[in-house]
C-alpha cells in the first residue's frame, strides 16, 4: 500500500490533501479486491475545529478538536462485512479491510446489500454542481473568547432582568471526505459550520426563565453580529417572566418556525425507507395520496449554494437532484437509501445519510403574511415556541409534547404560559395546517415558516 504514515503539511488546517485521502481509498478498495471480494466501498475522513465558551464574563473552556477515520464495506456475493480504522499505517490499512473480508465471510446473506446500481452512481466529476460549501474561519482561541464574550455582554446589557447565564459560545469546525467503491465512483469535498450561541437567564428565584439564540453559517462572515444574538437571547428570556399555565382545552396552535421544522422532520422520518420497510410508520403506502393539507408543498433542493443540507451525491455516492416531495398535499416521493429501495422493491432516491434542503411552502402564503399577521390569523389559541420531550409515536402518528409559549387573545400576546402538554395525531395534524408564515427560519437542512394548525388538544390546569 502507499505510504501515507507523513502526511502533507497542513491545508487550511487539515492534515490531509484530497489526492491523499483519494489514494487511501484506492488502496484499500484494491486490497479488498486482492482479497476476494465481490465488491468494496470505503471513505475516509478528517475533521478539525475549535470550541470556546464564556460564562458571566469569564472563560470557561477552550476545546480542539481533531479525528480521523477510515471505514469499508467488504461484500462476498451478499454477505457485507465493515470494519473502521482511525490508523492510516499500511499495516493498519490492511488489518482493518481483512477484519472487514472475515466479517463478511461469516455473516449471513442478505438478498438485496450491495452497492448501488452503476446508472445511479455520480461517476462524472465534471457534472457535479460546486455548492461552495467550504470557508474555514481563521480565528483564534483569543479572538472566539472576545466573540463570545461580546454575544454574552450584549444580553445582560439589554435588561437588569438578565440576571445570569449558563453561557456564551463560538464553534468553528471544518471537515472534508474522500470515498468510493469498485463500481467507478470516487468523490469527495471539504465542508464548514461555524456557530455563535448564548443562553441568558432572566429573573430570579423560582420565577426565573431561561432562553437561547444562536447563528451558524458554513461562512463565518454571514453569522449575525454577536450583539444581535445576545440582545435577542435576553429579549426571549425576558418574554418567558411571569409565565403561568392554562386550561385545559382544544385550541388553535401555532408553532413558532423555530419548532415548525420539527413537523417537517416527522414528514421525513415517516417516509424513509427504513420506517417503511420496517412497516414502522404512520403513512405506509402513502406514495400518492395527500399527506398534507393541499395547499401545502414541500420541495427539496440538494444543490443550494452554501446549504447547510446540500451534496451532490448521498452518502453511497448515488446523484442528488431537486425534486418536489409534496405537492399540493400529494405525496410525490420517499426518502430512499439503497438498500430501504431494495427491501421495498423501489430504486433509490439518493438519501442515505438524509434528507436534503427541505422547504415547506403555502399556497396561501402571502407576502406580507409575517408573525403578526398568523397571531392574528389564529385570533386565540397557543403560540408555541419551545417543545420538550419525545413524545411522537411513528407508528400510529400520536403526538404529545411537553410545550411553552404564550397565549394569544384577540390575535395578540396576552401572556407567558409553560408547564402544559400539546397532544395530537400527525396524519390529522398535517391535514389540520391552515396557514404557513413567510417568516423563514433555518434549521439545519429545513427551511419553514411559523406554522398554524386549527386545533390540538391543551393540557394545562
Known amino acids: 500500500m502507499t505510504q501515507t504514515a507523513h502526511p502533507a503539511q497542513a491545508v487550511h488546517g487539515f492534515a490531509y490533501s484530497q489526492d491523499q485521502f483519494r489514494q487511501l481509498v484506492e488502496d484499500v478498495l484494491a486490497e479488498a479486491r486482492h482479497l476476494g471480494a465481490s465488491d468494496a466501498g470505503a471513505e475516509v475522513s478528517e475533521g478539525c475545529g475549535l470550541s470556546v465558551s464564556v460564562r458571566r464574563g469569564e472563560l470557561e473552556n477552550v476545546e480542539r478538536n481533531r479525528d480521523k477515520s ?9 454477505r457485507r462485512g465493515n470494519a473502521s480504522t482511525s490508523d492510516f499505517s499500511p499495516q493498519a490499512l490492511k488489518d482493518t479491510v481483512r477484519a472487514a473480508f472475515d466479517i463478511a465471510r461469516f455473516t449471513a446473506e442478505d438478498p438485496v446489500a450491495g452497492l448501488p446500481d452503476e446508472q445511479d452512481l455520480s461517476l462524472d466529476p465534471a457534472s457535479r454542481p460546486e455548492l461552495d460549501l467550504f470557508h474555514p474561519w481563521a480565528i483564534d482561541a483569543q479572538q472566539a473568547a472576545q466573540l463570545a464574550l461580546r454575544c454574552e455582554a450584549a444580553a445582560f446589557e439589554t435588561d437588569p432582568r438578565i440576571t445570569n447565564s449558563e453561557g456564551a459560545a463560538v464553534s468553528a469546525q471544518q471537515s472534508h471526505f474522500v470515498a468510493g467503491n469498485t463500481r467507478g465512483f470516487m468523490g469527495g469535498y471539504a465542508s464548514s459550520r461555524h456557530t455563535l450561541s448564548v443562553a441568558p437567564i432572566a429573573g430570579r428565584g423560582a420565577g426565573m426563565q431561561r432562553d437561547a439564540w444562536y447563528s451558524s453559517m ?6 449575525a453580529s454577536p450583539e444581535r444574538v445576545g440582545r435577542y437571547a435576553a429579549e426571549r428570556a425576558l ?3 411571569k409565565a403561568r399555565k392554562v386550561k385545559t382545552a382544544e385550541v388553535p396552535v401555532l408553532f413558532e418556525n423555530t419548532v415548525a421544522a420539527g413537523l417537517l422532520g416527522a414528514l421525513v422520518q415517516a417516509t424513509s425507507g427504513g420506517a417503511l420497510y420496517r ?10 395520496q395527500q399527506v398534507l393539507a393541499s395547499h401545502l408543498d414541500v420541495r427539496e433542493d440538494p444543490h443550494e449554494r452554501k446549504g447547510k443540507g446540500s451534496s451532490p451525491f448521498d452518502d453511497e455516492g448515488v446523484v442528488t437532484r431537486p425534486r418536489t416531495v409534496v405537492e399540493a398535499g400529494v405525496l410525490q416521493g420517499y426518502f430512499l437509501s ?14 442515505a445519510g438524509g434528507s436534503h434542503n427541505l422547504h415547506l411552502t403555502s399556497r396561501l402564503t402571502a407576502p406580507g403574511d409575517s408573525l403578526t399577521t398568523m ?5 386565540r389559541g397557543l403560540f408555541v415556541t419551545e417543545l420538550m420531550g419525545q413524545g411522537v409515536n411513528y407508528v400510529t402518528g400520536d403526538y404529545s409534547r411537553g410545550a411553552s409559549g404564550y397565549w394569544v387573545e384577540n390575535g395578540e400576546i396576552a401572556f407567558p404560559v409553560h408547564e402544559i402538554t400539546i397532544a395530537g395525531n400527525l396524519r390529522e395534524m398535517f391535514q389540520n395546517i391552515v396557514g404557513v408564515g413567510n417568516d423563514v427560519f433555518n434549521l439545519g437542512s429545513k427551511s419553514v415558516g411559523s406554522v398554524l394548525i386549527s386545533r390540538m388538544k391543551l393540557a394545562g390546569n
Not at 281 to 287: A, H, R
Not at 339 to 349: E, H, I, N, P, V
Open 70 to 78: 477510515l471505514g469499508i464495506s467488504v461484500y462476498l456475493g451478499q
Open 218 to 223: 458554513r461562512d463565518a462572515k454571514e453569522l
Open 239 to 241: 418574554s418567558r417572566l
Open 279 to 288: 412497516k414502522a410508520s404512520f403513512l405506509l403506502d402513502s406514495l400518492g
Open 338 to 351: 439503497t438498500y430501504s429501495a431494495r427491501k421495498l422493491g423501489m430504486r433509490t432516491t439518493g438519501h
Open 375 to 379: 397571531l392574528r390569523r389564529m385570533g
